[in-house]
Structures are given as structure tokens and as C-alpha cells.
């Protein structure tokens, strides 16, 4: 069930009307063919390898095989919450559960196919270079973060007891907040990211960026996305020299927000439980692409552009969407008496 509340339009409308309009940039029409189809868009291969009882099943991307590694190999599992117990058989898959739009024209809702409030010109993405004799390029964009259950949504494998049964529903528009907005404010709410930027953590950031184009995650160097830049500030502007590479780094941006905000969590190690992320893993994720070209492949945060981006960016759209797949490690198995 989608829940776009009163106080939701509200806080968006009083966003719009008080904060400056950014530069001037030829935003994107909102698509109204990109009504999200988790039938036709999800690329369904993404969910393998699949671990049953230590049994592995499916192919994956050879670039994936560091990331697809963290597959339970242990077959049994026991769990304990409160006063119940259960034993069973470890599983573990990627399950499509989050979307992301990253777009230019605000409150464009791409999983909706429909701009929900106009703007007039004001918190409109845009582009621009820098003169400090890099040849690189700055990137500013809304984002959208919507609770995407693909499974719950197709009435599929509901019976496992890991699987989430919520409904589709959006989760986070950056419209409405004035830290995404402003690099300035967003360092008052997350000040740990001054802490970063320095040359010792931008050095750290390059070995993160060689390790993710081998398909590997540094969960460690939390700070850096790889080849898609750093994870703060956490705002709306990007450094950039693909265009696409931004909107993936911009999304993935947007996932640590939702840790940062205490609204992700990720399965425990044992299968047993969900545990928060405040600070993310993130070999935990991957991306698909699902707009404006929808991706063959999934993707481990920070892969190099060189290796996936080819022919993904459609003349005059500027509004991506991507779906994100998360590792699930369940215990699924049947209470004790």
C-alpha cells in the first residue's frame, strides 16, 4: 500500500518554497513510462547464487565471486529470541527489497510514472565543472528511497520465515530535507564527515577503488564508495566523470543515509536476527540498474564505470533508478517445544 501523507506534502511544500533555487540545469521530463514492473525490470538472475544447507545454487558474475563469498556454508543453524527456539537450515539469497530514484526534476516519482509537486525552478538538479585543472565535473540530484518488498509484492515465497511481508511504500525524499540541500548543513548533522576529508583518507579511498573493480568490498573504509566517489558529505552533490557512475554513487549515498537514520538493518551473521546499520557493509549490496536503460547485471558499490556503464545512459533522460538487492542470511526451520 503506498502512503504519501498529509504532513509528507506538507513538510515538501514549505521545503520548495523557502529554499534558493540551485543553479539553472535542463532537467529531464519526469518518464511517465517508468511505473516501476518488478515482473519485467527486476533483473532476476541477481538473486543467485542461492545457499541451501551449505549447497550452493545458481551462476553468478565472476566479478561478484569476493562479494557472493559471504554465502552461509555452514548447513544447521539454531536460534534463540526470547522464549522460543528454533532450529533448521541455513539460507541465504539477494533479495530485491529497496528502489532508488535519482533525478533531476524534484519530486519526480519514477516508480510512480508522476511529478507529485512542482517546484517552479527550485531544488532542480544540475551540472557543472570545476576550475581547479581536474577536467572533472559536479553533479547535484534529488533522491528517493522507496521500501520495494519484491517478493511480498509478487505474493512469492512468503512462507520463509526471513522474507519481509511491508508493502511497497516510500521511505525518504531528500526534497524535503535541507541537509541534502547543503554540504554546509549536512556536516552540522553528520560532523564525523569532516574527519575525512583529508589526503590520508583519499588515499585510503584509491585501494577501496582498485578492490571494488576486482568485484571486492573494503566494509572497513566505510567513508569511500569506490570508483563512485565518497560516501559524505551526505548531500545531493557529486564529483563525477560519468554521469552514471554519479546517480550509482548518489543512491548508494542514500542507502548509508537510511543506516545513519537508524531505518536499515541487515540480517545477523547467524541467520537469527536483524541487527541495524548504523555505520553500513557494504558488501551487503548490490545495484541494478532499472532506469533509463535497464542493467544486465548487478553491481558491488564502487565498481568502475569502465566495467558496467557502457550504452547505460540514454540521450536527454537524466533520471535514473536503480533496484537494490540485499543479502539475506536466514534460519529457517521449525520452533522446539
Same mark, same amino acid.
Given at each position: ?9 506538507? $513538510? ?22 517508468? !511505473? ?24 553468478? %558474475? ?37 528502489? *532508488?530514484? *535519482? ?28 576550475? %581547479?585543472?581536474? +577536467? ?16 511480498? @509484492? ?20 531528500? =526534497? ?9 548543513? /549536512? =556536516?552540522?548533522?553528520?560532523? =564525523?564527515?569532516?574527519?575525512?576529508? +583529508? ?7 584509491? $585501494? %577501496? ?5 576486482? &568485484? ?27 554521469? *552514471? ?8 549515498? /542514500?542507502?548509508?543515509?537510511? &543506516? ?11 541467520? #537469527? ?15 541494478? @540498474?532499472? =532506469? ?5 547485471? #548487478?553491481? +558491488? ?9 557502457? $550504452? ?13 538487492? +540485499?543479502? *539475506?542470511? #536466514? #534460519?529457517?526451520? !521449525?520452533?522446539?517445544?
Amino acid at each position: 500500500m503506498i502512503r504519501l501523507a498529509s504532513m509528507l506534502r506538507l $513538510a515538501a511544500g514549505a521545503a520548495a518554497l523557502w529554499l534558493a533555487p540551485l543553479a539553472p540545469a535542463h532537467a529531464s521530463a519526469c518518464p511517465a513510462d517508468a !511505473v516501476f514492473n518488478p515482473i519485467t525490470k527486476v533483473q532476476w538472475t541477481c538473486i543467485f547464487p542461492i545457499t541451501i544447507g551449505g549447497v550452493k545454487i545458481g551462476t553468478f %558474475d565472476k566479478l561478484s565471486t569476493a562479494l557472493d563469498a559471504q554465502s552461509s556454508e555452514s548447513p544447521l543453524c539454531a536460534c534463540r529470541k526470547g522464549a522460543t527456539f528454533w532450529f533448521g537450515v541455513k539460507v541465504s539469497f539477494w533479495s530485491p527489497s529497496r528502489m *532508488v530514484d *535519482v533525478v533531476t526534476q524534484p519530486y519526480c516519482m519514477m516508480a510512480l510514472g508522476t511529478d507529485i509537486l512542482p517546484t517552479h525552478g527550485k531544488l532542480q538538479g544540475s551540472q557543472s565543472s570545476i576550475s %581547479d585543472g581536474t +577536467n572533472t565535473r559536479k553533479m547535484f540530484a534529488q533522491m528517493h528511497y522507496y521500501i520495494s518488498p519484491v517478493w511480498a @509484492m509478487l505474493d512469492m515465497f512468503t512462507d520463509l520465515p526471513c522474507l519481509e511481508t511491508k508493502g511497497f511504500d516510500v521511505a525518504l525524499m531528500t =526534497e524535503i530535507l535541507p541537509t541534502w540541500q547543503s554540504e554546509t548543513l /549536512g =556536516e552540522i548533522i553528520q560532523p =564525523e564527515g569532516i574527519l575525512f576529508g +583529508n589526503p590520508a583518507a583519499g588515499l585510503a579511498c584509491m $585501494a %577501496d577503488s582498485a578492490a571494488a573493480a576486482a &568485484g571486492k568490498v573494503l566494509d572497513p573504509l566505510f567513508w569511500c564508495m569506490g570508483s563512485w566517489g565518497s560516501t559524505y558529505p551526505l548531500g545531493g552533490d557529486i564529483h563525477f566523470d560519468d554521469s *552514471v557512475e554519479a546517480w550509482a554513487g548518489l543512491a548508494a549515498r /542514500g542507502q548509508f543515509m537510511m &543506516g545513519r537514520l537508524g531505518l536499515s538493518t541487515i540480517s545477523s551473521s547467524d541467520g #537469527c536476527s536483524d541487527i541495524p546499520t548504523p555505520i553500513w557493509k557494504k558488501s551487503r549490496y548490490k545495484f541494478q @540498474m532499472l =532506469e533509463p536503460v535497464k542493467g544486465g547485471q #548487478c553491481v +558491488n558499490i564502487g565498481r568502475a564505470g569502465s566495467l558496467w556503464t557502457s $550504452a547505460m545512459h540514454a540521450p536527454a533522460h537524466d533520471n535514473a533508478q536503480f533496484m537494490l538487492f +540485499n543479502k *539475506v542470511i #536466514c #534460519c529457517a526451520g !521449525v520452533s522446539a517445544p
